[in-house]
């Protein structure tokens, strides 16, 4: 199924296609000029290049720029006639030419290409301070080893490049910041970009799903960048129509020469000519507020410790990013409006001084600029009394446009909750004002896809396909309940999983959120599901799926504040698991700190249908748009499904489970015979107990759930649809219940018979979603059959998030040397990569192994990855099943803080247990975002692990289950990731591409 290209700017809501031509020249590639000494402390010691990527990821941004560095001038110039360039940082000191030089020399090669230098010293040399001398240099700034800086200049870079076609196209609103000091605009410009994104998104954050936020994001206000007099009055000029305001120091240079007072004056010039631009004065001396208050502007003192919050505070308050404020005349406050539709309510409801004060102000138009409503900006602003007959008039107008504007953007996006107007009908609210959280991004994406593409519908007309109404509490309410209740601490401890937990409980909860969630309660009764949605949950690079909780409630005791009650209970709970031991061993190792990750937490409607005093949905699964381990017509690129009777947790922990391609849903390679079939069926489901009680929560998600047989679920509706009967006496399997025998889960009538179109749903949407986030997804849904006629099957989708294993990296070779002289080869390893950094080897010893013991071996490992971890030394892993499986029967049960060190791990086969390899699990999703390379060793498959000499090998730890080697040479580890191919050689056995 063909992606529909209009979801985010349809016909609808023009104003998304508009933007998203906004912002065309992008820094996408820079030349950096530097010594090699410079160019090792910034990539070496400051580690630039990851932190500029890590900087973008931040705020949110995308495309970070691409660095090339050269060591000397000459290398510049040949580097500028080999490849595009989109712009030049050189450092001062070069050793065979000096900066401006070398800037000249690239303005003759290309005039238009930006020139930065970047110094260490606040003072400029003199080669580089008259700009007559040094035509060559576009802009001067002081590196101080933050890396702030770089993404400052890149987005002043394109803002300078983009402005005129943007501010002539869509209104895009400009910042003119006036600042001559290197020093000074190399500190405050992180910081008004910093405060510029950060508000821009808090302000989309409450309408808009991820990819208009994404596109939004390009019509943000500009922020032009003046170094005088001259520069300032023709940026001023050239874009006054659309100066959303002004920041200026107070001396600069004036007619060439350093003039004391050229910002006050420069700011009287542009107060003269616009009454209603916001201005604000910087000074590194606290007397010059004097002068800013005879202008009238704002001051700040650009050496204040609170400089940052004083900046935030004018961004706010006069440029129109935070609420709405209205005030009488005499600047009496009397509301505050959030949003469109609060605006309008009091704009229906203020006295009319007030109207009228904000009208003549055009604080209303300032404040929808801000909010990149720009058409609906632009008409407002020059509405004034004598277009109509009277003020009720003109107030009704300014109603009536902004309510028409917001009733067209309103469908599809996430709702602000409000018991007195919540429609209930809606798919998405929320409460608070903070991010969603990328787990509640995905949802709102798939949910825009599906909006945006009706074929599906049609195609599907007989399934009821949907996304599960859902209420999501943004992460303000996380950092509320964390600050009011002093927990912040407990993310830099070592304290146990359940302590942290009990302190989560008894902190008193935001009452903001209480009364929202009684409201909430009073209209639903069904079953929820309480999920996290962390701000890195589900992101492409960091994805920290799975190390979270989710709870799942009854919701269905009579006594509305039990359930309230429980309902609270549960999410602090999820809040709790942000610092637990698992979450911190990962942000360790992707170097995030645990103290930023911020938790929104997602209730939803939890699919299923009850029996008897069990709930759950028929099927649960997990789809893969890239299937790493093929077989026989499958292809990669078809993808894989995993799928479950019951709740999806037996999915998403590795339990025995269904795996099926679904162009080829037949094709059933776990189940190629009768003995297959037996040995490999699911077991047991999870089901919630529906007792109209509210039962204790646990930090372990799944103790209030009902881990059943599914032998006792044989007169169940899914059941019925879902299973076949294996006939001892014919040593049989018939695709029927209606005979006596053993009950088995083959989902025959689904993928055999086709009766519901699982197969070909999950087809096109993974295509849909793959062609939508531009890289390989996965999804969890789940399927509910209604016992009741009229209601049509349903299909929900629970989760959309990237897939993270492929890497698109350097070409890896492996010859056949190589495969002869290794001591571990695989055709089913994941990732594409060399390394040659374990020296340690981790062994599961395969003649002490026993399934039963699992979660002892689990422990052993846990010490051992402990002092490896402090001793900062990588290693190889190496045992029998399933790593990570929460089914210790079919591996070892580690969970990610057990193994947080591991470079590599191998799965092995072992003839005391069974298990399919490890694919779709919350930790096989961790450890592959990682880079952590996961390789499978089949004998059937012609794989082969050198066992002798892996046993053989000198111990350094010899535990009853676990041996511990280090090699005086590390091991050579290369995947080729495009034939999946895997090579582990003894040291010095190789290591080229």
Known sequence: ??????????????????????????????????????????????????????????????????????????????????????????????????????????????????????????????????????????????????????????????????????????????ILFVEDSPYYLSSLLPILYRELVSQTQAVMEGTLNEEHRLVTMRARPKILVAVNYEEALALYEGYESNVLGVISDVRFSRNGALNETAGVEFLKHVRARRFDIPLLLTSSEPANATKAASIPAAFVDKNSDTLHQDVSQFFKDQLGFGDFVFRLPDGSEIGRASNLKSLEQHMLSIPEASFRYHCNRNDFSRWLFARTEMALAAEVRPISDDDFSDGESHRRHLVKIIADRRKRRQKGIVADFDATDADFDTEFFKIGKGSLGGK????????????????????????????????????????????????????????????????????????????????????????????????????????????????????????????????????????????????????????????????????????????????????????????????????????????????????????????????????????????????????????????????????????????????????EPPMQLLASTYVPDEHRIRDTVHIPGQRVLTFAHILKYREFPLADILKDMLQLGEQGMGCPVEMEFSVNFCSEPDHLPQFAFLQLRPMTARAELEQVNISAEEIENAFCFSGKALGNALKQDMADIILVKPEAFDPGRTMEIAREIAKINATLVKEDRKYLLVGPGRWGSADRWLGIPVAWADISGVGAMIETESDKLVAEPSQGSHFFHNITTLGINYITVSKAAGDRIDWNWLTGLPRLKDATFVAHARLDVPVTLKVDGRRSQCVIVKGNGGGTL
């Open 440 to 715: 509640a991004r995905g949802l709102a994406f798939v949910a825009s896809l599906l909006r945006q593409n009706p074929d599906f519908y049609v195609t599907y007309k007989d399934v009821d396909i949907v996304v599960p109404q859902t209420l999501v509490i943004t992460t303000d309410g996380f950092e509320s309940f964390v600050e009011d209740n002093g927990l912040r601490y407990l993310s830099k401890t070592d304290l146990p999983d359940e302590q942290i937990a009990d302190l989560f409980l008894a902190g008193r909860f935001p009452a903001w959120i209480e009364d929202k969630l009684r409201d909430y309660l009073t209209q639903v009764t069904y079953p929820l599901a309480i999920r996290s949605s962390s701000l890195l949950e589900d992101a492409q690079f960091r994805a920290y799926a799975g190390l979270y909780r989710t709870y799942m409630i009854t919701n269905d005791c009579p006594d509305a504040q039990q359930r309230l009650n429980h309902l609270i209970h549960a999410i602090k709970l999820v809040y709790a698991s942000t610092y637990y031991k698992g979450p911190k061993a990962f942000s360790k190792r992707v170097g995030h700190r645990t103290e930023e990750e911020q938790m929104a937490v997602i209730i939803q409607k939890l699919v299923g249908s009850p029996y008897g005093d069990s709930f759950y949905p028929a099927i649960s699964g997990v789809a893969q748009s890239h299937n790493y381990y093929p077989f026989a017509r499958m292809k990669p690129e078809e993808g894989i499904v995993t799928i479950a009777m019951g709740l999806g947790k037996t999915v998403v922990e590795g339990e025995k489970t269904l795996r099926f391609s679904p162009a080829h849903p037949q094709l059933l390679p776990q189940r190629s015979t009768v003995e297959d079939i037996l040995d490999n069926s699911q077991r047991h489901f999870y089901a919630l107990k529906m007792e109209k009680a509210c039962h204790s929560l646990e930090t372990n998600d799944a103790a209030n759930l009902w881990h059943r047989e599914v032998t006792e679920a044989e007169n």
């Open 1 to 174: 199924m063909a992606l529909n290209t209009r979801p985010f700017f349809n016909e609808s809501d023009s104003r998304f296609k508009l933007f998203h031509e906004l912002m065309a020249r992008k820094v996408r590639h820079i030349l950096l000029v530097s010594t090699p000494y410079d160019a090792w402390i910034m990539e070496e010691d400051c580690r630039l290049s990851e932190r500029i990527v890590n900087e973008y990821r931040g705020l949110n941004l995308s495309h970070p720029p691409r660095l090339t560095w050269v060591s000397s001038a000459e290398q510049a110039l040949a580097a500028l006639d080999d490849q595009p360039f989109d712009m030049v940082i050189t450092m001062p000191r070069l050793a065979d030419m000096g900066a401006a030089a070398l800037g000249h020399r690239i303005k003759k090669k290309a005039p238009g290409l930006p020139v930065i230098l970047l110094t260490h010293d606040t003072i400029p040399s003199p080669e580089i301070k008259e700009p007559d001398n040094a035509p060559g240099i576009d802009r001067t700034f002081v590196w101080s080893g933050n890396t702030d800086i770089l993404v400052a200049l890149t987005k002043s870079t394109e803002d300078r490049m983009n402005a005129e076609k943007d501010t002539q196209s869509a209104g895009v609103r400009v």
